[in-house]
């Protein structure tokens, strides 16, 4: 019995990490992937673990019967882990109408703290079992903590280099909750028919949502989150078809013109002149890829690094990728270490949903991508719109780091209302002529500057990012500007 527990608690462990995962995959469709939701996240987790353990051990103490009581807790805990999807579906979207940071904790608690709860109550269950068996308590003690620690570990790597990229959160979600169930019936032999018809009813609740991919020309998770590919009309009647990474739009395609309809778009397509000899472009950051083939179209042979694969086989499937741009699937930061390609244009455009991730623009990097520009080279960086209070930290903190790493600056816009726009900063080596759409830079007062030992964005990024988010949630997303 001691060895069919030990491998009962490697699946707990497992079931834990894939929970946890999972979870803050779930919740960044509705809030994002930034610190908010990871600090919510490890922190209802920890907090859960913690009551999980004073709830085993106390249950532990109290009852009698500690193999039928560790059979119903892990029973318990393969339900609300397959129930998680449903949750993330029906009940988190109508939570996001509450303050941010109060929907962010509050869904984080519903999602995850039940079934991580239970997963933990069950190490103390673990342990006394078959510490009765056994004088050597602290050996059983150490062997149940490794074993889950090691199930965790298999478990993280398996969902996060393969599991959730290719069967999706909801598959991913009822196959451990499926395996921690099944292995905890056969274990202690118990087949009640009250316990299978629950297992039965939360498999065909988490199969409804096969009707989600119907609806979208792909529907999936990736590195960076859910993707969606969708057509949609605008008010116009014309088909627009989006790339959206966790419900946040990335790129929007007239699917007649196979332009870009966004703002910043057609505002860079005015920026970026019609080279008369070919030049090389790279864009970091690919996206749907419309930005590479404007370039195209303006005479620079391009490449388009882009971290997710994911998203450069959407670029290719569904964007019409131009068959002379190079997708490259790498980060960002890690390219420019190892390139030695000069280039005459580099876009900046890592958004990924609302965020700017932070090692791509410090100092060092900066200064490294000096050594792949030619000497009258512009680097163009897509930016959120805001430049004033709190929300516009993160720009001055840009801008002073560009300063600082040596380039000359403008900031383009093509709208004064900073919840609606963008922001280009233009930057060169040498000094810039007067652009049109500039415009004279309102920032925050701070000497504040991004690098490698003090990656600022994830802070002072944070409130812009959450503004940003909360406006498109509750105004874009519900307004049906597109529909």
């Known amino acids: 019995m001691i060895k069919k527990l030990i491998l009962l608690s490697f699946i707990e462990g497992a079931v834990v990490m894939a929970a946890e995962l999972c979870g803050a995959k779930l919740l960044a469709p509705i809030f994002g992937s930034s610190l908010y939701v990871w600090a919510s996240v490890m922190g209802i987790t920890l907090a859960a673990l913690a009551?999980?353990?004073?709830?085993?051990?106390?249950?532990?103490?109290?009852?009698?019967?500690?193999?039928?009581?560790?059979?119903?807790?892990?029973?318990?805990?393969?339900?609300?882990?397959?129930?998680?999807?449903?949750?993330?579906?029906?009940?988190?979207?109508?939570?996001s109408y509450l303050p941010f940071l109060f929907a962010v904790v509050l869904s984080t608690f519903i999602l995850l703290f039940a079934p991580v709860f239970f997963l933990g109550a069950t190490s103390p269950l673990f342990i006394y079992i078959q510490t009765k068996e056994s004088s050597a308590a602290g050996r059983v003690s150490g062997t149940v903590y490794a074993v889950s620690t090691l199930g965790g570990i298999i478990a993280t790597?398996?969902?996060?280099?393969?599991?959730?990229?290719?069967?999706?959160?909801?598959?991913?979600?009822?196959?451990?909750?499926?395996?921690?169930?099944?292995?905890?019936?056969?274990?202690?032999?118990?087949?009640k028919a009250m316990h299978l018809i629950l297992f039965a009813a939360f498999v065909y609740l988490n199969l409804q949502f096969s009707f989600i991919k119907s609806q979208h020309l792909f529907y999936g998770n990736?590195?960076?989150?859910?993707?969606?590919?969708?057509?949609?009309?605008?008010?116009?009647?014309?088909?627009i078809r989006i790339l959206k990474i966790n419900n946040i739009i990335q790129t929007e395609m007239n699917l007649k013109t196979k332009r870009s309809v966004s703002e910043y778009v057609n505002l860079l397509d005015t920026l970026v002149p019609y080279s008369n000899k070919l030049k090389n472009a790279l864009v970091l950051g690919l996206g749907g890829g419309l930005t590479a083939n404007l370039f195209v179209d303006k005479n620079y042979v391009t490449d388009g690094v882009e971290f997710d694969k994911g998203i450069i086989d959407a670029a290719q499937n569904f964007f019409e990728l131009n068959k002379s741009v190079k997708p490259i699937c790498d980060d960002a930061r890690y390219y420019l270490n190892h390139c030695a390609k000069k280039y005459d244009l580099v876009l900046v455009d890592i958004f990924k949903a609302e965020e700017q991730p932070s090692h791509v623009l410090t100092t060092e990097s900066l200064e490294k991508l000096k050594q792949n520009l030619n000497?009258?080279?512009?680097?163009?960086?897509?930016?959120?719109?805001?430049?004033?209070?709190?929300?516009?930290?993160?720009?001055?903190?840009?801008?002073?780091?560009?300063?600082?790493?040596?380039?000359?600056?403008?900031?383009?816009?093509?709208?004064?209302?900073?919840?609606?726009?963008?922001?280009?900063?233009?930057?060169?080596?040498?000094?810039?002529?007067?652009?049109?759409?500039?415009?004279?830079?309102?920032?925050?007062?701070?000497?504040?500057?991004?690098?490698?030992?003090?990656?600022?964005?994830?802070?002072?990024?944070?409130?812009?990012?959450?503004?940003?988010?909360?406006?498109?949630?509750?105004?874009?997303?519900?307004?049906?500007?597109?529909?």
């Open 375 to 483: 000497d009258s080279a512009v680097l163009i960086i897509n930016w959120h719109g805001y430049m004033k209070g709190l929300n516009g930290m993160g720009s001055s903190i840009l801008f002073n780091t560009l300063k600082r790493s040596g380039y000359n600056i403008k900031i383009c816009t093509s709208s004064d209302d900073e919840n609606y726009r963008n922001l280009l900063f233009i930057c060169s080596l040498k000094q810039l002529n007067h652009l049109p759409f500039e415009i004279v830079p309102e920032l925050e007062k701070t000497e504040l500057v991004n690098t490698d030992d003090k990656p600022l964005f994830e802070k002072y990024n944070a409130f812009a990012n959450k503004t940003w988010r909360s406006n498109y949630l509750h105004y874009y997303q519900n307004a049906a500007s597109i529909k």
């Open 222 to 239: 990736s590195i960076l989150g859910q993707l969606e590919v969708k057509d949609l009309l605008n008010d116009k009647k014309e088909t």
């Open 157 to 191: 790597f398996l969902c996060g280099f393969y599991l959730i990229p290719a069967l999706g959160l909801t598959w991913c979600l009822l196959g451990f909750g499926a395996l921690l169930f099944i292995a905890n019936c056969i274990i202690f032999r118990s087949y």
């Open 51 to 95: 009551f999980g353990y004073f709830f085993g051990g106390v249950i532990s103490e109290r009852s009698k019967q500690h193999s039928k009581r560790l059979f119903h807790v892990l029973v318990f805990a393969a339900l609300f882990v397959m129930l998680m999807p449903v949750i993330s579906r029906y009940v988190i979207p109508w939570i």
